[in-house]
């Protein structure tokens, strides 16, 4: 892997064209985040933090300006790529957890490696990541309606981390958590860091962004 | 291996509105239902059909060329238009046909009494010797003489006819006319060149003695030895009597022209009704097209969900195309055991022959009906799949 940075935003615009007037989400950011760093992504609500992780996630491409994972630009990319890039380098938590209803936990957990690899994964992994999230076994064949958000957001984590991605990017993780429970996944964030994936994360709690090493706020679309 | 995840995804979906999907089923049930059972209906109705006319495909049958007008020729002989067929046709047929069996035959129809029973019927007078040789009778015996009369199965059974009964002919309520039943026939259908399931057959001398007409026939049966003569004894017989070409004499035709007529109706009869049963598979396909649409649209935040954590469009594709082949398959299954029992009732209420039911003919329309069912089903599940994996992923995201 290179020295530069894993990720880096070079003026990236992003307007959203409604119909009475164009909405300017992201508005010229430039950002580089180096490998192992764990940033919190701060400011009021419609700043455009979701946005900016949306562009990281390569979910979305910026109206103007690029994005480069790993010192791939995802403007040149074309759709199967971007999924590609989804699947492989980056896991995406959310804050309402995201599991797919019709899978049990183990095989929301199995899913991406069936993706990337056509194959079953071995049962070990799975449950062997599972019990690093503290999820046992038998919790494993419950079904996401069955399980608590607690429960339902350390599965979540565990699927974002299975196809050992680089990156890892939390839209508010412990927003539909209460603090205990949210301590406890970000004790967990921390570990993985501390491993040496890269974390972006959006929160509004000034405790929660107190486990990142730096800060970002975005205020109006761009870094203050 | 590869697409196994897809396919669970898709099963699990089914499972979860397991009463909406069947619902969706039961439309292609209906459709492979219909376009089989008319098919299956179709093919035993010209298998036996066929089967009957080809047992008598070596006769050929002379009849009085009757496009001509009537009496204008006036002085009867080979030439000139008749309604009969004259003693002297007679024997210039049987001077061309040579070896073959040459069957002269009166017929006629009348109103019939058996008891208080009154109807119609054909009325055949054929030499007693002739009977022998192309009809059997399952009942009873055959002509001797006097008033002794065969009758068709299907009078028979109509009147309910015994061997002993005796049928009054006539209009006239006085009048004396009457046969005794001494036999009743195989059922023949079109056997022998002569259709005797609902006639009653006297011997020419009965019947010229009370109907007249001696010598003066209705039609007149080749029956020829050797199949591939048709051709040869049609050609001169054909020579023999219509001299005049523009005047004929006589209508010449066999079974196998007949055959082919009715192979004809019965085919655009078939492929009418199937039409109409390629209907309910369209209105099939609307409610799999309306099932899928709502499939989509319930799990636009599950599509969201899968294609943000790497599901390319072509998987999502395959994911609700396979939904749409699984109801396909449910609605086709289903609907080939169903039309396996209702071909075999339509067969037995239509046809009233079941050989036929289960020769690869007739059984390759319930394979076709399947195809066309799930055809029909992955047919419509195409532009909802497309719409599913067209979804931008953020947007399906934020839904509910
Ligand atoms: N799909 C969209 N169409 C139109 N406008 C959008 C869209 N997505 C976001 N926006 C607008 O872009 C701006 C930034 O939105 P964004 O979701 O990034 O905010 P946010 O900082 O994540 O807010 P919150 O803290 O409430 O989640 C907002 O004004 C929002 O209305
Ligand atoms: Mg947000």
Same mark, same amino acid.
């Given at each position: 892997?290179?020295?530069?940075?894993?990720?880096?935003?070079?003026?990236?615009?992003?307007?959203?064209?409604?119909?009475?007037?164009?909405?300017?989400?992201?508005?010229?950011?430039?950002?580089?985040?180096?490998?192992?760093?764990?940033?919190?992504?701060?400011?009021?609500?419609?700043?455009?933090?979701?946005?900016?992780?949306?562009?990281?996630?390569?979910?979305?491409?910026?109206?103007?300006?690029?994005?480069?994972?790993?010192?791939?630009?995802?403007?040149?990319?074309?759709?199967?790529?971007?999924?590609?890039?989804?699947?492989?380098?980056?896991?995406?938590?959310?804050?309402?957890?995201?599991? /797919?209803?019709?899978?049990? #936990?183990?095989?929301?957990?199995?899913?991406?490696?069936?993706?990337?690899? =056509?194959?079953?994964?071995?049962?070990?992994?799975?449950?062997?990541?599972?019990?690093?999230?503290?999820?046992?076994? #038998?919790?494993?064949?419950?079904?996401?309606?069955?399980?608590?958000?607690?429960?339902?957001?350390?599965?979540?984590?565990?699927?974002?981390?299975?196809?050992?991605?680089?990156?890892?990017?939390?839209?508010?993780?412990?927003?539909?958590?209460?603090?205990?429970?949210?301590?406890?996944?970000?004790?967990?964030?921390?570990?993985?860091?501390?491993?040496?994936?890269?974390?972006?994360?959006?929160?509004?709690?000034?405790?929660?962004?107190?486990? #990142?090493?730096?800060?970002?706020?975005?205020?109006?679309?761009?870094?203050? | 291996?590869?697409?196994?995840?897809?396919?669970?995804?898709?099963? !699990?979906?089914?499972?979860?509105?397991?009463?909406?999907?069947?619902?969706?089923?039961?439309?292609?049930?209906?459709?492979?239902?219909?376009?089989?059972?008319?098919?299956?209906?179709?093919?035993?109705?010209?298998?036996?059909?066929?089967?009957?006319?080809?047992?008598?495909?070596?006769?050929?049958?002379?009849?009085?060329?009757?496009?001509?007008?009537?009496?204008?020729?006036?002085?009867?002989?080979?030439?000139?238009?008749?309604?009969?067929?004259?003693?002297?046709?007679?024997?210039?047929?049987?001077?061309?046909?040579?070896?073959?069996?040459?069957?002269? /035959?009166?017929?006629?129809?009348?109103?019939?009494?058996?008891?208080?029973?009154?109807?119609?019927?054909?009325?055949?007078?054929?030499?007693?010797?002739?009977?022998?040789?192309?009809?059997?009778?399952?009942?009873?015996?055959?002509? =001797?003489?006097? $008033?002794?009369?065969?009758?068709?199965?299907?009078?028979?059974?109509?009147?309910?006819?015994?061997?002993?009964? !005796?049928?009054?002919?006539?209009?006239?309520?006085?009048?004396? =006319?009457?046969?005794?039943?001494?036999?009743?026939?195989?059922?023949?259908?079109?056997?022998?060149?002569?259709?005797?399931?609902?006639?009653?057959?006297?011997?020419?001398?009965?019947?010229?003695?009370?109907?007249?007409?001696?010598?003066?026939?209705?039609?007149?049966?080749?029956?020829?030895? $050797?199949?591939?003569?048709?051709?040869?004894?049609?050609?001169?017989?054909?020579?023999?009597?219509?001299?005049?070409?523009?005047?004929?004499?006589? !209508?010449?035709?066999?079974?196998?022209?007949?055959?082919?007529?009715?192979?004809?109706?019965?085919?655009?009869?078939?492929?009418?009704?199937?039409?109409?049963?390629?209907?309910?598979?369209?209105?099939?396909?609307?409610?799999?097209?309306?099932?899928?649409?709502?499939?989509?649209?319930?799990?636009?935040?599950?599509?969201?969900?899968? !294609?943000?954590?790497?599901?390319?469009?072509?998987?999502?594709? =395959?994911?609700?195309?396979?939904?749409?082949?699984?109801?396909?398959?449910?609605?086709?299954?289903?609907?080939?055991?169903?039309?396996?029992?209702?071909?075999?009732?339509?067969?037995? #209420?239509?046809?009233?022959?079941?050989?036929?039911?289960?020769?690869?003919?007739?059984?390759?329309?319930?394979?076709?009906?399947?195809? /066309?069912?799930?055809?029909?089903?992955?047919?419509?599940?195409?532009?909802?799949?497309?719409?599913?994996?067209?979804?931008?992923?953020?947007?399906?995201?934020?839904?509910?």
């Amino acid at each position: 892997m290179s020295d530069g940075p894993v990720i880096s935003l070079a003026d990236v615009t992003k307007v959203y064209h409604m119909l009475a007037e164009d909405v300017v989400a992201l508005d010229h950011v430039s950002l580089d985040i180096a490998h192992g760093d764990f940033i919190a992504i701060m400011g009021p609500s419609g700043s455009g933090k979701s946005t900016l992780l949306n562009q990281i996630g390569c979910l979305d491409k910026p109206t103007s300006g690029d994005v480069l994972i790993n010192g791939r630009s995802i403007r040149q990319m074309n759709d199967n790529e971007l999924t590609d890039m989804r699947r492989d380098t980056i896991g995406y938590i959310f804050q309402t957890f995201n599991l /797919i209803p019709l899978l049990t #936990a183990y095989e929301n957990v199995e899913y991406p490696i069936i993706l990337r690899d =056509k194959t079953r994964a071995e049962r070990e992994k799975i449950l062997g990541l599972l019990q690093t999230v503290g999820i046992d076994e #038998a919790l494993a064949h419950h079904t996401p309606s069955e399980l608590s958000g607690g429960q339902q957001q350390r599965i979540a984590i565990a699927r974002a981390l299975v196809n050992n991605p680089d990156i890892l990017l939390c839209d508010e993780p412990t927003g539909n958590l209460d603090s205990k429970t949210g301590t406890q996944i970000m004790e967990m964030l921390r570990t993985f860091n501390e491993q040496g994936k890269t974390i972006i994360m959006v929160t509004h709690d000034t405790r929660i962004a107190g486990y #990142a090493q730096r800060t970002i706020t975005i205020q109006d679309g761009r870094i203050r | 291996m590869a697409g196994d995840i897809f396919v669970s995804l898709a099963f !699990r979906s089914v499972r979860l509105h397991l009463l909406r999907s069947l619902l969706a089923a039961l439309g292609i049930v209906i459709g492979v239902v219909a376009i089989t059972t008319l098919g299956i209906m179709g093919a035993n109705l010209t298998l036996s059909i066929t089967a009957q006319l080809s047992s008598s495909g070596n006769v050929i049958m002379i009849s009085p060329y009757s496009g001509g007008g009537r009496g204008f020729g006036g002085g009867g002989g080979a030439e000139g238009t008749n309604l009969n067929i004259t003693q002297s046709q007679l024997q210039e047929i049987e001077r061309v046909v040579g070896a073959n069996q040459v069957i002269p /035959i009166y017929s006629s129809s009348d109103r019939i009494t058996v008891g208080p029973n009154v109807g119609r019927a054909s009325i055949l007078g054929l030499k007693p010797d002739t009977v022998q040789d192309i009809l059997v009778v399952t009942d009873g015996t055959f002509l =001797k003489g006097g $008033d002794g009369a065969l009758v068709g199965p299907t009078l028979a059974a109509d009147f309910s006819l015994k061997v002993g009964s !005796r049928i009054k002919l006539g209009t006239d309520s006085n009048s004396t =006319k009457s046969v005794r039943v001494v036999g009743i026939l195989q059922s023949a259908g079109f056997g022998g060149g002569l259709s005797t399931d609902r006639a009653i057959v006297v011997t020419d001398t009965w019947y010229t003695a009370n109907y007249g007409e001696s010598g003066q026939y209705q039609s007149v049966n080749v029956i020829a030895s $050797d199949i591939s003569q048709i051709g040869t004894i049609e050609n001169n017989t054909a020579k023999a009597l219509n001299r005049n070409a523009k005047l004929p004499a006589v !209508r010449i035709s066999d079974s196998g022209q007949f055959l082919n007529t009715i192979s004809t109706t019965i085919g655009s009869l078939t492929s009418f009704v199937t039409m109409l049963g390629a209907i309910s598979l369209v209105v099939a396909a609307v409610s799999i097209f309306n099932v899928m649409i709502m499939s989509v649209s319930e799990r636009v935040k599950e599509i969201g969900i899968l !294609r943000s954590i790497g599901t390319r469009k072509s998987e999502i594709r =395959k994911m609700f195309l396979y939904e749409a082949i699984i109801i396909g398959f449910i609605g086709a299954f289903i609907g080939a055991v169903l039309s396996i029992v209702s071909g075999y009732l339509t067969v037995i #209420a239509i046809v009233g022959n079941t050989a036929y039911f289960f020769t690869p003919a007739s059984m390759i329309y319930i394979p076709q009906g399947m195809v /066309i069912g799930i055809a029909t089903c992955v047919l419509s599940g195409v532009y909802p799949a497309w719409r599913a994996a067209d979804l931008d992923p953020i947007e399906a995201l934020r839904a509910e």
